[in-house]
């Protein structure tokens, strides 16, 4: 994840968090100012605090859909395309859901994945075989 991935995920978990909070609040003051509603008390408040606690509702759900809002730039991973048959699948696939040939090879040496078109293991040097 990148610098910028990161602090557009830390922003959005604020503005999530942040959201979530105010419309705590803003639920609170919505029932106090209906339970006041409720009595006799001629406390002229009690429109203000229902009032105010629907307001600040609305605020928290601007800061809830910010967070829950996707970015311009983010896009869904690009699928690889079956080395054998030409079949895209999902980038983390380790076998092709069509022809179930291996879409990752592992080296002979130290077992770590490695592309297919991979020459040398990106882990330990040693040449890959053609045939691996």
């Known amino acids: 994840m990148s610098d910028k991935e990161k602090k557009s995920f830390t922003a959005k978990k604020f503005c999530l968090g942040l959201?979530?909070?105010v419309n705590i609040i803003g639920l609170v003051l919505i029932a106090v100012g209906i339970a006041l509603l409720m009595t006799d008390s001629a406390l002229e408040i009690k429109y203000g605090l229902a009032i105010a606690g629907i307001v600040i509702g609305f605020v928290g759900l601007i800061f809830v859909f910010a967070g829950l809002k996707k970015d311009k730039g983010e896009k869904a991973p690009e699928p690889v395309k079956c080395k054998y048959c030409g079949e895209p699948n999902p980038p983390q696939s380790?076998?092709?859901?069509?022809?179930?040939?291996?879409?990752v090879k592992k080296?002979?040496?130290?077992?770590?994945?490695l592309d297919m078109d991979a020459k040398y293991c990106n882990t330990c040097g040693v040449r890959v075989r053609k045939d691996a």
């Open 19 to 21: 959201g979530l909070a």
């Open 94 to 103: 380790k076998f092709c859901r069509k022809c179930g040939k291996p879409m």
């Open 107 to 113: 080296c002979v040496n130290c077992g770590a994945e």
